[in-house]
């Protein structure tokens, strides 16, 4: 329908509240693509078809032909973030055994989702930020090692995290992170214990057989107790601490860092 040319306004109007609504459906793809720590599922399903293309021939179809690097867990020599592995896409490595890879954005973009969503075209691409920046936060605003020990240093109150890049998943991370109910395995969760004493032991359990259960206590005391022993032994089903008031960016920053822990060398 045509606006009467006596109402200007209302066509400026018009075509005003257009350009709001183009730029908020804009701003909705970007955001979903950077800033909720993950990559969009067609960005996942491109990067399959470009890696198939470029990248299956040396590195193979599961990524793991290469000595020293897996692509699909994860692993590589030198690159701890996203930034880290586009750069070397297009750089190359190995002095000249892989060559530098001129892609468009959006090919580079899912390449990354791929080995990020594990080779999996229907998975999770985890944002993987700064470690730098990531162990600041850690040690930091994030307040992880309130609870966390890494390498020696830190309360034993919470798991040790001193090899957890070896062992989880960037997306495991994430999920510790933003929803920790959801991600808490079950031999670390919180218990509560009587004794036929009258002894209360609050504290986490680290293992349990059919007669006896280990904790490590609210003191930080590895306690080993016979079930026959026991009036109660209660296991929270909640867990010990709350989803991450960390912003986008600062998760993937911990998840760079928390990567790069794999154990004292």
């Given at each position: 329908?045509t606006?009467?040319s006596?109402y200007?306004?209302?066509?400026?109007?018009?075509r005003?509240t257009a350009l709001l609504?183009?730029?908020?459906?804009?701003q909705?793809g970007?955001?979903?693509?950077?800033?909720d720590?993950?990559?969009?599922?067609?960005a996942?399903?491109?990067g399959?078809?470009v890696y198939?293309?470029?990248c299956?021939?040396?590195?193979g179809?599961e990524?793991g032909?290469?000595?020293g690097v897996?692509?699909r867990?994860g692993?590589?020599p030198?690159v701890r973030?996203?930034?880290?592995?586009?750069?070397?896409?297009?750089?190359?490595?190995g002095?000249?055994?892989?060559?530098?890879?001129n892609l468009?954005?959006e090919?580079?973009?899912?390449?990354?989702?791929?080995?990020r969503?594990?080779?999996d075209?229907?998975?999770?691409?985890?944002?993987i930020?700064?470690?730098?920046?990531?162990?600041a936060l850690?040690?930091?605003k994030?307040?992880?090692?309130?609870?966390h020990?890494?390498n020696?240093?830190g309360?034993?109150?919470?798991?040790?995290l001193?090899?957890?890049?070896?062992?989880r998943?960037?997306a495991s991370?994430?999920?510790?992170l933003?929803d920790?109910a959801?991600?808490?395995?079950?031999?670390?969760r919180?218990?509560?214990?009587?004794t036929?004493?009258?002894e209360?032991?609050?504290?986490?359990?680290?293992?349990e057989?059919?007669?006896?259960?280990?904790v490590?206590?609210?003191?930080?005391?590895?306690?080993s107790l016979k079930?026959?022993d026991?009036?109660s032994f209660e296991i929270?089903?909640?867990?010990?601490k709350?989803?991450?008031?960390l912003?986008?960016?600062?998760?993937?920053?911990?998840?760079?860092?928390?990567?790069?822990?794999?154990g004292?060398?």
């Open positions: 329908m606006i009467p006596k200007p306004y209302l066509t400026i109007f018009a005003y609504l183009l730029l908020s459906v804009f909705q970007m955001a979903q693509e950077a800033g720590h993950q990559y969009t599922t067609e996942i399903e491109a399959s078809r198939t293309q470029q299956a021939l040396c590195h179809p990524g032909l290469i000595d897996d692509l867990r692993q590589f030198s973030s996203d930034d880290d592995l586009r750069a070397l896409v297009r750089s190359g490595a002095e000249g055994r892989m060559p530098g890879f468009r954005p090919e580079m973009n899912g390449v990354i989702a791929f080995i969503a594990g080779f075209p229907d998975g999770i691409a985890v944002k930020g700064d470690p730098v920046s990531g162990q850690f040690q930091g994030g307040e992880c090692t309130n609870c020990r890494v020696g240093v309360p034993r109150t919470a798991p040790d001193s090899s957890i890049g070896a062992v998943t960037p991370l994430q999920r510790n933003l920790p959801t991600a808490l395995l079950p031999i670390n919180a218990v509560r214990i009587v036929r004493n009258e209360t032991i609050v504290g986490r359990r680290l293992n057989d059919t007669y006896t259960v280990q490590i206590d609210s003191q930080e005391r590895l306690r079930k026959s026991l009036v929270s089903d909640s867990p010990s709350q989803p991450t008031t912003s986008s960016d600062e998760v993937a920053d911990v998840i760079g860092y928390l990567l790069t822990l794999r004292l060398q």
